[in-house]
């Protein structure tokens, strides 16, 4: 490939700024972002020597599109650059286009991607138009075009490779669990991605959520065992007399769901007359039922 595209003149190397400004409008600026020694900061140092090192070359309108992997808040720092040294200045625009590269698939991703993201300062700009013409043939062909503002298409890249690296430690926990059931990870993990998780479009994305119930997290080990409760002050024998009234309940028990604890309350509140809506009364609202006293003994009348 390099040597069908060089031979005809579409591909040309160069390690002059000067000729790489002269003859184009639109550049791609493809620098490592390493880890920064002694800190979790990313270290741009390398980003910012090449573009002030394209800036001065820069003399008429043109397109600078970063392709880094960089923190938010990157782009002000480039454009500001960009705009203080070069003589064009405010006609000199900075876009986001992050790459998604698989290891060993470099030139497949890059010329059938499985989605673009565009990232522009403002919407109807002069460098969407420049980026849409150069990826005129990927758009056509129906790659997903996302087209948003530059922060967002600088975190997400940073948010890819989060959710990348959850996979992997996911399917690292499974392993562990497949290791010890006698299970097949691989197996596993394939019918694990064949499976849609999330449909396409908001139509269908509602759908499934009023398909779906309310759902905790899933639990990986088997049912818990129940234990005895050992009985304390509150459950013990006695009943509920050792254990003293909580403050506000006039006396009375704490009551054991929330609903009957508002009813309580409405019911001291409002007085008497308030009756819940079903039939049957709560135990702050239940009346009272008074046994009848015994009847009175007769002389000389046996019961």
Known sequence: MLSKHTASGRLKFTASYGEAASFADLHFLGVGAPERTGDNAYDLSALF???????????RPAVVVDKSTVPVGTVPRVADILRAATLAGRQVEVAWNPEFL???????????????VLGFADEGTHGEAVLRQCFGTIIEAGT??????????????????AFLATKISFINTIAEACEASGANVHQLAEAQSRHPHRPEGPAARARLRR??????PPRLHGPRRRTRHRPGPRHSPRGRRDQQPPPGTHGRPRPRTARRHLQGQAHRRLGSGLQPRHRRHSRLTRPRRHRKPPPARRRGHRL
């Open 144 to 161: 997903p075009t996302i087209t948003t503002s530059l922060a967002t298409a600088e975190l997400v890249k940073g948010a890819a490779n």
């Open 49 to 59: 020597a090449a573009v002030r090192r394209l800036t001065p070359h820069i003399h």
């Open 211 to 216: 398909r779906l119930p309310a759902q905790g």
């Open 102 to 116: 698989r290891e060993s698939f470099a030139i497949e991703d890059t010329l059938y991607p499985d989605r673009l």
